[in-house]
């Protein structure tokens, strides 16, 4: 059993012939190679996970075989050997990503430390990729729960802006997740270690918003009876989340659109400013485009904030996640109630996938909240599901398919996915749920019809 490939570069044959036989004695499969070029070609047929080269040879020369092999195969190691040691050559090596830098002569113990070495941190390195792709794969991102495509989408962008000072907006309905969002963007990102002060920029008095945000001076008002360090001081380095921002009021805007443009703030009643270093996190349930039509929102703060936006559709149109949320509050409450194994009796399962869930992932986890407090032993009925969702349900199910429109409108989306679940539950049924048939039953190809039940919440994505 070998324990690892490594390619050997070196123009050097007897150095060549020795340090093959000792690699392949010391257990790794071992490729040895003349000059750069030539280990670049054995790397593309069969990448190793430590790269040996010497410096100085003629051509593609050691930092050269060094930097191709990190951009192209990042995981490699690669392990400097010279016999020309300087300080600057060292340097350079460690800085282009270099696992260690050897000098000739070199006694064999230590190469072979130097290779164990690298090769544990390679295992390390998989493995935490390994867990890392597990976990996505199975939970989310952060705290948030899901794996629809709109989610995977949103995981992608966080990924991408977390390591950034950016300022990111996040819209979306009451209840699906953007605090949640905002959490993980700081907490996943490189300022974790940093404070994450939120505000609820409706919930504080007009009057007092400012105070709160930018701080202020003993005396600046009456009850200003010490000095006040304000939000954004206090996270320093960190992250500002200002939640529904679009409450927030106009002269407050101003003020808040000078501390994002010139980074620093004025407490009040001082005289002088203070710089800040601070990322901003802003969320909103509002349409931010219709209020700066209307004037209640400043168009410049508006185009600020909205760098990167991030948009939480609503629950009713990411079913695919409603059995993983499920699952996920039945687990999160059975603990709580002491109630292990806590679940969902199927016609139970069947309204809340019927119910078009105008509250979101909150409402969801109140109804599972509640249920797990309601229902006798371990098993959530249809008897523990408030009235609204019951009736809601029923009353769309009952109606005959072909309905007119009355002044009260209609719910659509939601009647044409009840009756497509239906479709799709009949025809699984007809099958004996042999759901190549079903599909052929119903005249939609397989893709499609594994893509209709993943939508209505009938299957789990990626599960066979
Ligand atoms: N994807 C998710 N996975 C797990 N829990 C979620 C998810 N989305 C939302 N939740 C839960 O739902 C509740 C509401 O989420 P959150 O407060 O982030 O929503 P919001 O969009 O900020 O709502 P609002 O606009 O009302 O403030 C929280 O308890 C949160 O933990
Ligand atoms: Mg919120």
Redesign the pocket.
Same mark, same amino acid.
Do not use: Y
């Given at each position: 059993m070998t324990v690892g490939r490594v390619v050997v570069v070196d123009d050097d044959l007897s150095l060549r012939q020795f340090l093959s036989i000792m690699l392949k004695r010391a257990g790794y499969e071992t490729a040895v190679a003349s000059t750069g070029e030539e280990a670049m070609e054995f790397m593309e047929k069969q990448p190793a996970d430590v790269v040996v080269t010497d410096l100085n040879m003629e051509g593609m020369d050691g930092m050269a075989v060094l930097r191709r092999v990190k951009e192209r195969w990042p995981e490699t190691e690669v392990v400097m050997i010279t016999a020309y040691a300087t300080t600057e050559n060292a340097v350079q090596a460690m800085k282009h990503g270099a696992f260690d830098y050897v000098v000739k002569p070199f006694n064999v113990d230590e190469l072979k430390l130097i290779l164990e070495k690298a090769f544990e941190k390679r295992a390390m390195h998989q493995e935490n990729r390994n867990l890392r792709e597990l976990l996505k794969d199975r939970f989310?991102y952060g705290?948030?729960? +899901?794996r629809s495509e709109p989610m995977l989408s949103i995981y992608d962008l966080m990924d991408r802006v977390k390591d950034t000072p950016i300022t990111v907006l996040i819209t +979306?309905e009451?209840?699906?997740?953007?605090?949640?969002v905002a959490r993980a963007i700081h907490f996943e990102g490189d300022r974790r270690d940093r404070p994450f002060q939120s505000i609820n920029c409706s919930a504080i008095p007009a009057d007092l918003i400012e105070a709160e945000l930018f701080g202020y001076k003993k005396g600046a008002f009456t009850g200003a009876v010490r000095n006040h360090e304000g939000l954004f001081a206090s996270a320093e380095k960190g992250t500002v989340f200002l939640?529904e921002v679009g409450e927030m009021p106009l002269a407050t805007q101003v003020k808040v659109l000078r501390a994002i443009q010139e980074r620093k703030v004025k407490p009040v009643g001082a005289v002088e400013e203070r710089p800040i270093d601070v990322r901003i996190i802003a969320?909103t349930?509002r349409v931010l485009d219709e209020e700066v039509k209307s004037g209640r929102f400043r168009e410049d703060l508006y185009y600020r904030l909205k760098v990167v936006t991030i948009h939480?559709p609503p629950l009713r149109e990411r079913l695919a996640d409603l059995p993983l949320?499920t699952e996920?509050f039945l687990q999160l409450f059975g603990k709580e109630y002491g109630k292990a194994g806590l679940q969902l009796e199927d016609d139970a399962s069947r309204f809340l996938a019927a119910y078009p869930w105008p509250g979101n992932?909150?409402e969801l986890?109140n109804v599972i909240q509640r249920g797990a407090a309601l229902c006798r032993g371990t098993l959530i009925s249809l008897a523990n599901l408030p009235e609204e969702i019951v009736g809601q349900v029923s009353a769309v199910a009952d109606r005959p398919l072909a309905q007119s429109v009355g002044p009260d409108g209609v719910a659509m989306e939601s009647l044409l996915g009840q009756y497509e679940r239906q479709l799709l539950e009949s025809a699984l049924e007809t099958s004996g749920g042999v759901k190549k048939e079903a599909a052929r039953l119903l005249g939609i190809s397989f893709r499609s019809f594994r893509y209709r039940l993943q939508k209505a919440g009938l299957e789990e994505p990626g599960r066979e």
């Open positions: 989310g705290s948030l729960v +899901g +979306g009451s209840g699906t997740g953007k605090e949640l939640d969320a349930n939480m949320l996920h992932v909150r986890e």
